[in-house]
Every structure is written in C-alpha cells, then in structure tokens.
C-alpha cells in the first residue's frame, strides 16, 4: 500500500513529514533521510497495532 508523505523543512531546522492517511502521524527528522524514515516506523509501529487488533 502506498501512503502520502508531506515533507517540510522546518524554520528552526530539521523536517517533519506527515501521512496524510494516517492523521496525526508526524515525525521529525535533521535530514529529509532521518525524517522520513522516522515516518516509515511510525506507519509500520501504528498498522502493526492495527493488524493485532482485527
């Protein structure tokens, strides 16, 4: 499944990326590398609860 990412460069540094699927997921990062993946486990951390619970 693919998800949609908006990432942002931050005014006091860094970037935050957001799923736009999953509201409330956001996560920050000093690289775009750093932030995204930081995204990518959140979104496995929130569907892997979401699959024990169905």
């Known amino acids: ?3 949609t990412i908006i990432l ?3 005014e006091e540094g860094g970037y ?3 799923c736009l699927e999953l509201p ?3 996560n920050q990062g000093e690289s775009k ?3 995204l993946n ?3 486990e959140a979104i496995e951390a929130v569907l892997e609860v979401l699959n024990q619970e169905a």
Request: aromatic fraction near 6%; avoid cysteine.
């Open 16 to 18: 935050s990326a957001q």
């Open 24 to 26: 409330g997921e956001i």
């Open 33 to 35: 590398e750093e932030a």
């Open 38 to 40: 930081n995204i990518r």
């Open 1 to 3: 499944m693919k998800y």
């Open 8 to 10: 942002e460069k931050e």
